[in-house]
Structures are given as structure tokens and as C-alpha cells.
């Protein structure tokens, strides 16, 4: 079975409400969790604002699926890569994202984060190391 | 293991072809279609950053799309290979993944 385990990322990069990008890779994520696959999110540029607290969508009328995210754990989606240049761009740092945590089984179900801040470069290194890239 | 990236918008509306080239490594291919052709011409404010990339990453454009928008080939990026259709598939296919920067 584990030499069928490919690695998939899932990449965002448009801002939440404006389109709806973001909410269709939630729910591709959702669906392909049932896979068994190695998956990873990415977050860059514009995507960054996918995760950030405080989301209030009741006066424009669509949902506000932002809590979704902190759900992605209970289906094994535990690395959500988040840019730190994007971040910088736009004025933000980790501390206006949603803390979002997954339980670790094999420790005790100790919650850990998902959420795993890097560099640019690193961004990079992870995109090279898919074998399926699927971009929103 | 190298990547072929494809951008399809405009660098003059969004970042992806920014965002693209800064991600890319070595050895990659970067291939403009659609709008993104528009980042193909010489002596725009993307040139320089397109121009940094040339040795390292592969750049192309898809043909097709930039005669249609009536972009003068004497005025494409030096470096800048275009590829039709049936290059389109070749890189896909020889290349281990696509990335599309929507």
C-alpha cells in the first residue's frame, strides 16, 4: 500500500471571499483526505489571508468557512506550510493567523500545530518535493 | 526531478509570474500562456526580474497565445524560447509535475 502513497499539495494563493478559489480547495481537501494520501497545504501570497482569526461573514451573506480549517486535523491534513515573506508583504505575522492544532496519537494525542511558518526557499523546496501539485 | 510552471495571467494584474519565478528552481521551466504571454516582451517592469531567471530557468512562451495578442516577436525578452502546442505537451511530459500559478 505505501509505495501507492503519492505526495499532494495543495497550493492557495487567493484571498478568501473575493472568489471562490479558496473555498473550493477546502473542499477538494476535504474529499481528497479520504484518500490516505501525503498531503500538505501552502499558503502564499494573497492565500495567507485564508487563515487569518477573527473572520465575521454575517453581513455579506456567504459562510464563513474559516473554522473548517481547524477541522483539517481530525482528517489527517497536518501541514499547513504558511510563507513568511507573504506574510511580511502584507503586514501580518503568525499571531493574526487561527491557532490550528491536530492530536498526535502516537504521543498521547498531544495537540501540536499545523500551522508551520517558512522561508520562501523553503516554500520552494516543497513544491519540488510533490508528486502532485493542485493549485487554487 | 524538475517542474514545468505555467502562468496564465498578466504580470500587469496579479504577481503570479512574480510569485513563479521566485519559487522556481534551477533546472525548472516557466511557460507563459494565455495572459501571461504579456510578461514576455522586453522593457517592462518584469523584464529585469525575468531576465535574473534566464540562466537557471528555462522560459517560454506559447506561441499561439502571443501572436494573438499581436505582441511583436522582435520585441520578446531575450532568452525567451516559444513552443506550440505540441511543445506544451512535450514539456508536460517531460517534466515530473506542472504547477499552474492561477
Known amino acids: 500500500m505505501s509505495e501507492d502513497i503519492k505526495k499532494f499539495l495543495y497550493v492557495n494563493r487567493k484571498a478568501p471571499y473575493g472568489t471562490i478559489y479558496a473555498l473550493e480547495s477546502l473542499e477538494v481537501v476535504l474529499i481528497g483526505a479520504a484518500f490516505d494520501q501525503d498531503v500538505s497545504l501552502a499558503f502564499l501570497d494573497d492565500g495567507v489571508f485564508q487563515l487569518t482569526k477573527g473572520q465575521d461573514t454575517k ?3 456567504v459562510k464563513n468557512f474559516s473554522p473548517t480549517f481547524r477541522a483539517l486535523g481530525d482528517y489527517e491534513v497536518t501541514k499547513l506550510f504558511v510563507e513568511r515573506e507573504s506574510l511580511d508583504e502584507r503586514g501580518l505575522s503568525a499571531d493574526d493567523l487561527q491557532d490550528i492544532v491536530w492530536e498526535d496519537e502516537d504521543d498521547d494525542y498531544a ?5 508551520r511558518i517558512i522561508s520562501r526557499a523553503e516554500m520552494a523546496d516543497i513544491m519540488a518535493d510533490q508528486d502532485v501539485i493542485l493549485s487554487f | 526531478m524538475a517542474t514545468l510552471h505555467t502562468v496564465n495571467k498578466s504580470p500587469f494584474a496579479t504577481g503570479a ?4 519565478i521566485a519559487h522556481a528552481k534551477d533546472g525548472d521551466t516557466v511557460l507563459m500562456i494565455e495572459d501571461g504571454v504579456y510578461g514576455a516582451s522586453s522593457g517592462t517592469n518584469v523584464s529585469d526580474a525575468l531576465t ?5 530557468v528555462t522560459l517560454c512562451v506559447l506561441g499561439p497565445d502571443f501572436a494573438a495578442r499581436g505582441l511583436a516577436t522582435d520585441r520578446m525578452l531575450d532568452g525567451i524560447k516559444s513552443v506550440d502546442y505540441a511543445g506544451f505537451v512535450e ?7 506542472t504547477q499552474a500559478w492561477l
Open chain 2, 91 to 97: 514539456l508536460a511530459a517531460s517534466n515530473d509535475r
Open chain 1, 111 to 115: 495537540e501540536k500545530p499545523s500551522i
Open chain 1, 59 to 61: 453581513e455579506i451573506g
Open chain 2, 17 to 20: 509570474l512574480l510569485s513563479c
Open chain 2, 52 to 56: 535574473a531567471r534566464a540562466g537557471s
